[in-house]
């Protein structure tokens, strides 16, 4: 089942989102399901998968949707097109990077530091979440709102995604302190705007919003203003509490 599945993704899927999730996946399946040797089978696939994604042409190493062809991203959304570098793929691209390389290290640490394949592929996954880390915060973070952007390079360059923010709070060593806290405060200072009967939206509020949706399938539809406050464009949700409350929870347990 795993080879099937990792074959598929390789194989069939161009959407460098759905890639990039379904690595992180497959990732936690191979994680919890299989024994170390067994990852060896599986390791040069899943690092070609993670190598399949659509990145930034400028070289920052985040995940990018073609401006002129932008694509539906990854976050839960159905119908929402992000276009430039990404924010939240990019971010599970991290995580399943960082997965990659304890997984290695596992192996690594197994033999004693004798495999030196599994050495190797440690050293390019702590190298590419770095990067990934670094690049995100550079060209993505908003030092005047103390919160991440959405994208930058398209036409949601001036959203902030909310579920994006708290699961970059929620990834294990991805902030700082000040970091984590600022997001938390930007979080605490909206909560009347953002959530509503224990439900979130993923933009701000009706000044912010999504400017392109998926209306048909023939394309992408420019009429993204009559969609505001609804379904996935200023809608609220639960689906993703599962990274929003333990982040909130790290600043304020009740």
């Known amino acids: 089942p795993v080879r099937i599945f990792v074959f598929f993704i390789f194989t069939y899927v161009n959407n460098p989102q759905i890639i990039s999730i ?16 067994s990852f060896l089978r599986w390791a040069s696939a899943l690092e070609r998968s993670l190598n399949a994604t659509t990145l930034d042409p400028e070289g920052s190493g985040l995940l990018w949707s073609n401006v002129s062809r932008p694509m539906i991203g990854y976050g839960f959304q159905d119908t929402i097109v992000k276009s430039g570098v990404v924010l939240y793929s990019s971010l599970l691209h991290w995580n399943a990077t960082m997965l990659l390389g304890n997984m290695a290290r596992s192996v690594v640490d197994d033999d004693d530091g004798e495999n030196n394949e599994m050495v190797a592929l440690v050293k390019r996954m702590e ?11 550079s060209l993505l973070w908003n030092d005047t709102a103390g919160v991440f952007m959405a994208s930058r390079g398209g036409k949601e360059e001036h959203v902030i995604d909310v579920w994006g923010n708290a699961l970059a709070g929620a990834l294990p060593g991805f902030l700082t302190a000040s970091e984590s806290k600022s997001i938390f405060v930007w979080f605490r200072e909206r909560k009347t705007d953002l959530f509503y009967e224990g439900q979130i939206r993923e933009t701000p509020s009706s000044t912010q919003h999504w400017e392109s949706v998926w ?18 464009n200023g809608g609220f949700w639960a689906t993703p509490h599962h990274h929003v409350l333990p982040f909130l929870a790290i600043h304020d347990k009740e």
């Open 127 to 137: 190298k590419r979440a770095e990067q990934i880390r670094a690049s995100t915060k």
């Open 22 to 37: 379904c690595t992180f996946s497959s990732l936690f399946l191979i994680f919890f399901c299989c024994p170390p040797f």
């Open 215 to 232: 209306v048909n399938e023939k394309g992408v539809g420019e009429a993204a203003g009559a969609t505001v406050q609804r379904y996935q």
